[in-house]
């Protein structure tokens, strides 16, 4: 089972990245895809996810209207669209598998894949 994250960099305030996240290993629909993110100093929260059987999204509320979720079937993969960027989402951006569904609960996550930083700043 994994899971690689691509897609971090630099980038200024209000520019645009996107992070993907490539699953292997998984029986397709057993696993719901999320991305969460650790700022120094700070714990790790939920961002977004994603229901791969039903293409149902979840958002934290910092991120809900300006991030975008959404899965690759064919390509087994999961993409976050993160236009408008502040310098308050900074952080090391994990994409994580759960199996209960999506709660964006970091102690309900199953398998966790390596982060991405992605920086935001002038």
């Known amino acids: 089972v994994q899971l690689q994250a691509s897609g971090g960099g630099l980038v200024q305030p209000g520019g645009s990245l996107r992070l993907s996240c490539a699953r292997s290993?998984?029986?397709?629909?057993?696993?719901?895809i999320g991305w969460f993110r650790q700022a120094p100093g700070k714990a790790r929260e939920g961002v977004s996810c994603i229901s791969v059987r039903s293409g149902a999204t979840y958002y934290a509320d910092s991120v809900k209207g300006r991030f975008t979720i959404s899965r690759d079937s064919a390509k087994k993969t999961v993409h976050l669209q993160m236009p408008s960027l502040k310098p308050d989402d900074t952080a090391v951006y994990y994409c994580a598998a759960e199996v209960i569904g999506c709660t964006l609960q970091a102690y309900n996550v199953n398998y966790w894949g390596r982060g991405t930083q992605v920086t935001v700043s002038s």
């Open positions: 290993g998984f029986v397709y629909d057993d696993y719901d």
